[in-house]
C-alpha cells in the first residue's frame, strides 16, 4: 500500500460586494497549499471506518518544498517503515507564516475527501509550527480534540482570551537550553490556563535546545506521546458540571447591568438545581459549574460566564466571547 499521497489544494475565497446603484465584478483569489497526507494501514479495506486525524505544522525553513516534505522528520519517520493508526497531514506553509484561513480550507478540504473522525483531530507543530498550532486553536477551538505545541509559544496577546482553550487537551514541550525560543513565554501561557482550570502538560527536555533533531526528534520517538494524542476525543472535552449547593446558586441569582451599555440588563436565574443567564428580550440559557466562579454555556461549552466574587458576595461577571460582557449586579 502506498504510504503517501501527494495532496493538492487550490483554496478559492469568492470576494464579493453588494452596494447599490455600483458596478460589481466578482473577483477569484486562488490561493494553493501543497501536503502530504499518510492513510493508515487498513484505510482503503475498513470503507465504513472513521479515522483520527493528526496535523503536523513544520518549522521555518526556506528550503521547505512540497518536492523536500517528505524528508521531514514525521513523513521521514514514516517512509523509513513505522505505522501509525491514523491519517496525518503534513502541509507546506506558503506564506512566510502559517495562516489560518488556509488551514482552515486545507481542514475542510481533507474532511470531505477522507474518513475523518471529526471529534479526533489532533494539532501539533515544531517552532513556528508550534506558534501555527497555538494562533489556529486560538481561533477555532471547537476544530479540535487535543494540541500540543513543540518549542513554540502563544502569542502573548492570546492569552487575554485563554478561556477558550481551557478544555482542550494540551501538551506543551520545549527544551530547557532553547536559545531561539524562551520557554519562559510557556510558563505564562502555563499560569494562566491553570487559571482556568486547565489540566495541561509542560515538558521540559533537558539539556536539549531548540534544534529539530533534538526536541523534535525526541517527541516523535515517543510512543506514550501518541498514545495520550489517541486518547482524546473533542465530545470529552466538556467539563463534568460540578453540584453547588444551594445557598451558593442563589447567590448569583440577580439583575446585572452591561458596564458598557448601560441601557442593557441581565440577569441569572435560578430553577430546580439549574442556573439560567437571561438576555432581554431571549430565553433563558442553561449555565453550568466548572468551578465556584467560572461557567459554561450549555449551548456553547467554549463560552465562559465568570463570576467576580469578593468575600463571598458576587459582584459582577464577564460572559467570555471574543469581545466580553463585563455586567455589574446591581440587585
Same mark, same amino acid.
Given at each position: 500500500?502506498?504510504?503517501?499521497?501527494?495532496?493538492?489544494?487550490?483554496?478559492?475565497?469568492?470576494?464579493?460586494?453588494?452596494?447599490?446603484?455600483?458596478?460589481?465584478?466578482?473577483?477569484?483569489?486562488?490561493?494553493?497549499?501543497?501536503?502530504?497526507?499518510?492513510?493508515?494501514? !487498513?484505510?482503503?479495506?475498513?470503507?465504513?471506518?472513521?479515522?483520527?486525524? #493528526?496535523?503536523?505544522?513544520?518549522?521555518?525553513?526556506?528550503?521547505?518544498?512540497?518536492?523536500?516534505?517528505?524528508?521531514?522528520?514525521?513523513?521521514?519517520?514514516?517512509?523509513? !517503515?513505522?505505522?501509525?493508526? #491514523?491519517?496525518?497531514?503534513?502541509?507546506?506553509?506558503?506564506?512566510?507564516?502559517?495562516?489560518?484561513?488556509?488551514?482552515?480550507?486545507?481542514?475542510?478540504?481533507?474532511?470531505?475527501?477522507?474518513?475523518?473522525?471529526?471529534?479526533?483531530?489532533?494539532?501539533?507543530?515544531?517552532?513556528?509550527?508550534?506558534?501555527?498550532?497555538?494562533?489556529?486553536?486560538?481561533?477555532?477551538?471547537?476544530?479540535?480534540?487535543?494540541?500540543?505545541?513543540?518549542?513554540?509559544?502563544?502569542?502573548?496577546?492570546?492569552?487575554?482570551?485563554?478561556?477558550?482553550?481551557?478544555?482542550?487537551?494540551?501538551?506543551?514541550?520545549?527544551?530547557?537550553?532553547?536559545?531561539?525560543?524562551?520557554?519562559?513565554?510557556?510558563?505564562?501561557?502555563?499560569?494562566?490556563?491553570?487559571?482556568?482550570?486547565?489540566?495541561?502538560?509542560?515538558?521540559?527536555?533537558?539539556?536539549?535546545?531548540?534544534?529539530?533533531?533534538?526536541?523534535? !526528534?525526541?517527541?516523535?520517538?515517543?510512543?506514550?506521546?501518541?498514545?495520550?494524542?489517541?486518547?482524546?476525543?473533542?465530545?470529552?472535552?466538556?467539563?463534568?458540571?460540578?453540584?453547588?449547593?444551594?445557598?451558593?446558586?442563589?447567590?448569583?441569582?440577580?439583575?446585572?447591568?452591561?458596564?458598557?451599555?448601560?441601557?442593557?440588563?441581565?440577569?441569572?436565574?435560578?430553577?430546580?438545581?439549574?442556573?439560567?443567564?437571561?438576555?432581554?428580550?431571549?430565553?433563558?440559557?442553561?449555565?453550568?459549574?466548572?468551578?465556584?466562579?467560572?461557567?459554561?454555556?450549555?449551548?456553547?461549552?467554549?463560552?465562559?460566564?465568570?463570576?467576580?466574587?469578593?468575600?463571598?458576595?458576587?459582584?459582577?461577571?464577564?460572559?467570555?466571547?471574543?469581545?466580553?460582557?463585563?455586567?455589574?449586579?446591581?440587585?
Amino acid at each position: 500500500m502506498t504510504k503517501h499521497n501527494l495532496g493538492f489544494l487550490a483554496l478559492c475565497i469568492l470576494l464579493t460586494m453588494n452596494y447599490v446603484n455600483s458596478q460589481q465584478v466578482a473577483k477569484q483569489l486562488v490561493i494553493k497549499t501543497d501536503y502530504l497526507i499518510y492513510t493508515p494501514p !487498513g484505510y482503503d479495506e475498513e470503507s465504513e471506518k472513521k479515522w483520527p486525524l #493528526m496535523i503536523n505544522l513544520h518549522g521555518t525553513d526556506r528550503n521547505v518544498t512540497i518536492e523536500t516534505l517528505p524528508y521531514a522528520f514525521l513523513p521521514h519517520l514514516i517512509s523509513s !517503515g513505522k505505522d501509525f493508526p #491514523m491519517l496525518i497531514v503534513n502541509p507546506m506553509c506558503n506564506k512566510g507564516r502559517w495562516n489560518v484561513e488556509i488551514l482552515n480550507n486545507l481542514l475542510d478540504d481533507i474532511v470531505k475527501e477522507y474518513a475523518v473522525d471529526e471529534d479526533r483531530i489532533y494539532l501539533t507543530g515544531y517552532s513556528m509550527g508550534g506558534y501555527g498550532t497555538w494562533e489556529w486553536v486560538f481561533q477555532n477551538p471547537e476544530k479540535f480534540a487535543a494540541i500540543s505545541p513543540i518549542a513554540g509559544c502563544a502569542d502573548q496577546s492570546d492569552l487575554k482570551r485563554i478561556w477558550r482553550v481551557r478544555n482542550i487537551p494540551t501538551w506543551i514541550i520545549h527544551g530547557e537550553k532553547d536559545a531561539v525560543v524562551d520557554k519562559a513565554c510557556n510558563y505564562e501561557t502555563m499560569k494562566q490556563l491553570k487559571v482556568y482550570g486547565s489540566d495541561a502538560e509542560f515538558t521540559i527536555y533537558p539539556g536539549i535546545g531548540h534544534k529539530l533533531v533534538d526536541v523534535w !526528534g525526541k517527541t516523535l520517538k515517543n510512543d506514550a506521546w501518541y498514545t495520550w494524542m489517541l486518547d482524546q476525543s473533542r465530545d470529552k472535552n466538556v467539563p463534568e458540571p460540578l453540584r453547588l449547593k444551594k445557598e451558593t446558586y442563589e447567590s448569583y441569582v440577580g439583575e446585572y447591568i452591561l458596564q458598557d451599555r448601560k441601557e442593557d440588563t441581565l440577569r441569572i436565574l435560578y430553577d430546580r438545581d439549574q442556573l439560567y443567564i437571561k438576555y432581554e428580550g431571549e430565553g433563558p440559557l442553561p449555565i453550568h459549574a466548572e468551578s465556584k466562579s467560572l461557567f459554561y454555556l450549555e449551548e456553547d461549552p467554549i463560552i465562559g460566564v465568570e463570576f467576580i466574587i469578593e468575600d463571598d458576595e458576587v459582584l459582577s461577571f464577564n460572559v467570555l466571547e471574543e469581545r466580553a460582557w463585563p455586567a455589574k449586579k446591581i440587585k
